[in-house]
């Protein structure tokens, strides 16, 4: 994300900016410290367990799931200063870095490298590497309990906890990378999008739901901001794919789909929120503007 030339544009950049900032700050003084290695006599040291989830979270990640959810709990009324909201936002990236941290793994995806970095387990060892993105996981849900007990509407906060549960797993991205791993791959579009609606958006989804509870927002609205993050998703992953598209007919096929979602996206939110989606609608273009950019 860079700024742009017009006012509207060089909000969003700022925005951005000062959202990422303060994830930022909140992410590095809430992680467990690095206790510093205590002399392994196996394949973990637990002494270095809270350095290699610092490693991996506090790398140079664009936290777009936490502006997200930031943006649909702004939209529905929160107080972006409020220490509960903030950290249920914060929570999902909690979430895409275990799952980031496993994806890289060899029994999975098998990659060298993350965030501009050797990857997580081959820094510390695939067992530590295994066990940073467990504890990863379960302090997201550590921190929506907390968010929820200090907000003084625990309800609201529980809806965050079932979306972020659902998203993450079996409805969403854990099914989306087990059909990943373990079918053929997709050949027909629809194929394709099931695929990316699970594995990538179900994540990107649940944001938005976890910024919607956090602003109290009522099922209509939503299910309206669960939408925009389902489109905003799928559309993510085809400019994801823009990057490694081999072939014109399937890069203008992705181009089209991506203009079509996110269109969609923006006229759902607009629809239940009016000029309150403005955020949302300014995010959904700029994906739009740095897709047509990508390889055509
Ligand atoms: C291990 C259950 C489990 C799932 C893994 C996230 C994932 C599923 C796989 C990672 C590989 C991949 C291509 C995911 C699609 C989504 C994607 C492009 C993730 C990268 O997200 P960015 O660009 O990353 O937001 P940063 O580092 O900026 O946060």
């Known amino acids: 994300m860079t700024a742009g030339r017009d006012p509207a544009d060089r909000d969003l950049s700022h925005w951005i900016a000062a959202r990422r900032a303060e994830i930022d700050a909140l992410l590095e003084a809430r992680l467990p410290s690095s206790a510093g290695a205590v002399g392994a006599v196996g ?12 490693y991996s979270l506090l790398a140079s990640g664009k936290r777009l799931r936490p502006l997200l959810a930031l943006a649909a709990a702004e939209a529905t009324g929160a107080r972006l200063d409020d220490d509960a909201v903030r950290l249920a936002c914060a ?6 870095c275990y799952s980031l941290i496993h994806d890289d793994l060899p029994a999975m995806d098998d990659d060298d490298f993350r965030r501009g970095q050797p990857s997580n387990h081959k820094v510390f060892g695939e067992a530590t590497a295994i066990l940073a993105g467990d504890a990863l996981l379960t302090l997201a849900f550590e921190w929506l309990a907390e968010a929820g007990a200090r907000s003084g509407r625990p309800a609201d906060f529980l809806r965050a906890v079932r979306a972020l549960a659902r998203g993450g797993g079996m409805e969403g991205m854990v099914r989306g990378q087990a059909r990943d791993l373990g079918e053929a791959p997709p050949v027909t579009l629809e194929g394709l999008e099931r695929l990316h609606r699970e594995k990538t958006a179900a994540l990107f989804r649940a944001a938005l739901e976890v910024g919607a509870a956090a602003g109290a927002a009522d099922d209509a609205t939503t299910g309206a901001l669960a939408r925009f993050g389902e489109c905003y998703g799928v559309a993510f992953q085809h400019a994801d794919d823009l990057d490694d598209a081999d072939h014109p007919g399937h890069a203008a096929a992705a181009r089209r789909r991506l203009g079509e979602l996110l269109d969609e996206a923006v006229d759902r939110v607009r629809e239940h929120l009016g000029d309150r989606a403005a955020r949302l609608v300014a995010l959904a273009d700029e994906l739009r503007r740095r897709s047509a950019g990508a390889t055509a």
């Open 43 to 54: 394949a973990v040291d637990p002494g270095r367990l809270g350095e290699a989830i610092r």
């Open 91 to 96: 929570s999902v990236e909690l979430v895409h």
